[in-house]
């Protein structure tokens, strides 16, 4: 599955750089690209109920999951 996932407060680089490797680190995910200029985060992943936990890893970031 692939979900694109809006944020609030990846206003650069290394904030996306963050919150790419901490969505990696989720069990099931299979590929994460954080774009902090469309101020969004695409994941790919094997198991629907993964999703909170994709949320999780990126409020642990500092940056707001809008949907």
Excluded: H, P, R, W
């Amino acid at each position: 599955m692939q979900k694109k996932i809006y944020v609030v407060g990846m206003f650069d680089d290394g904030v996306a750089a963050k919150v790419q490797d901490a969505v990696k680190a989720v069990a099931s995910v299979t590929n994460v690209v954080a774009n902090c200029e469309k101020s969004q985060v695409l994941v790919d992943y094997d198991d629907a109920g993964a999703e909170a936990a994709i949320n999780t890893a990126i409020s642990g970031c500092g940056v707001d999951v809008l949907g």
